[in-house]
Every structure is written in structure tokens, then in C-alpha cells.
């Protein structure tokens, strides 16, 4: 287990349908991150797991977002109902309390709405 | 609410510069501040990390300085290399475990 890595890469799919990505962290990293990214910007924090904990969600993470990480492992970030706003890059990252949470990302999920 | 702003937002210089990137934060009560690059539709890498304690942090060709009270850190890459050319983002983290980003900075290094 070299780094975080996401599934899929990349998603195209039409609005009001519902889609989940995975994220799998650095094996020994007790903290796992979403954010989305949006062309341009930078990426905005969306929700934090300590081991299978969500402890902190962003104002952005509405209703139809919802993450899990359920043994404390890797996580699955659903979206339900797309709507053609949510197309971004879906980004997960992965921190360990032990060295100040220097935060390691994936590659990322493309999503499109269309 | 915690703002990151990044200056320039675009910059160009022939190969062999030395170059400096910005990042401005509104709020110093941070408790570090970490810089990446990103390519071109790829995730991010991490740069270096400053703890809030910290001054300054050098990896390679890479110096990141922070100065909390006045909200400011800079990116300092010397003797720049056409794959230096990337976006290159900072972000503070706040109590929680909350980040906040710039927008970035998108360099091209030419050959």
C-alpha cells in the first residue's frame, strides 16, 4: 500500500441518479477527508472520519451526500439524486495524529452530471 | 470565517528563475499550514508542512516560510525545472481537523 487511492476515476452519469465512490487510505492513517474541487478553485472541505467516526461535516455536505467508514477503513462517499451542479473532482485524503496530520490525497473522482 | 487567498494566481518565468509564491490567511489561529502542487486533472501532492510553531520548513529546492501574526506564507522555489510547472495550492487547518485552501497558483516553467 503505496497512497490513497480512489474508485472510480472517473464517473459520467445522468442527473437524479444516485452514485457512491470509494476511498481507500494509507493503511496505518486513522483519518480519512472528502472534499470536492471545482475547475479553478481550490479543494473545499466536505467531512472527516477519525477511524469510523464522522466527526465533522461541511455546510456543503447536503442531504443527498452521506459518508461512511464503517470499520474504520476505507469509506464510500453516495451522492443520491445528482443534480448537474454536483460535477467536480471528489477528492480523499488521509492523515495520521502522529505526524501533525500532514494530509496525503488520491487521484481523485471525476464526476459529470449530465 | 478563515479566507486563503494566493498571489499571483498565474505565473510564467523561463527555466533557471528562483520564484516566490504567496498565500495570505485571515485568521492566525491556525495550527499548521501545508503546500501542494497539483497537476493537471490529478490529485494532490504534498509539499511540506509548518507547524503554527514553526518558521520555516526546506525540502530539495523547496523553502516554505510562515509567518502566523501577519497571516502570511510563502513558497520559495529555487533554480525553477519545466516539471516544476503545476498548480500549487496552500492550506491552513484550523482547530478540528477543518482545512481550508487557496485557489492556487498555476505555474509554467519554460525550457
Known amino acids: 500500500d503505496t497512497g490513497v487511492s480512489q474508485d472510480p476515476r472517473h464517473k459520467i452519469t445522468k442527473r437524479g441518479q444516485n452514485v457512491t465512490f470509494r476511498c481507500d487510505p494509507i493503511?496505518?492513517?486513522?483519518?480519512l477527508y472528502w472534499y470536492r474541487q471545482t475547475l479553478g478553485q481550490g479543494p473545499e472541505f466536505l467531512t472527516y472520519?477519525?477511524?469510523?467516526?464522522?466527526?465533522?461535516k461541511s455546510r456543503l455536505l447536503s442531504d443527498r451526500f452521506s459518508a461512511e467508514r464503517p470499520k474504520g477503513s476505507f469509506s464510500t462517499l453516495e451522492i443520491q439524486r445528482t443534480e448537474q451542479g454536483d460535477s467536480a473532482m471528489y477528492l480523499c485524503?488521509?492523515?495520521?495524529?502522529?505526524?501533525?496530520?500532514?494530509?496525503?490525497f488520491g487521484p481523485g473522482t471525476r464526476l459529470t452530471v449530465l | 470565517k478563515q479566507e486563503v487567498t494566493q498571489i499571483p494566481a498565474a505565473l510564467s518565468v523561463p527555466e533557471g528563475e528562483n520564484l516566490v509564491l504567496n498565500c495570505s490567511f485571515t485568521d492566525s489561529a491556525i495550527y499548521n499550514l501545508q503546500w501542494f502542487r497539483q497537476d493537471p486533472g490529478k490529485g494532490l501532492t504534498s509539499l511540506l508542512l509548518?507547524?503554527?510553531?514553526?518558521r520555516e520548513q526546506t525540502s530539495g529546492r523547496l523553502n516554505a516560510s510562515l509567518d502566523k501574526s501577519s497571516g502570511r506564507s510563502t513558497l520559495y522555489i529555487a533554480a525553477s525545472q519545466p516539471g516544476d510547472s503545476a498548480t500549487y495550492l496552500c492550506?491552513?487547518?484550523?482547530?478540528?481537523?477543518?482545512?481550508?485552501f487557496g485557489p492556487g497558483t498555476r505555474l509554467s516553467v519554460l525550457p
Open positions: 485524503a488521509s492523515s495520521f495524529a502522529q505526524t501533525y496530520n500532514e494530509q496525503f
Open positions: 509548518i507547524q503554527s510553531s514553526q
Open positions: 472520519f477519525q477511524n469510523e467516526a464522522q466527526l465533522e
Open positions: 492550506a491552513v487547518r484550523l482547530s478540528g481537523q477543518n482545512f481550508v
Open positions: 493503511s496505518e492513517h486513522n483519518r
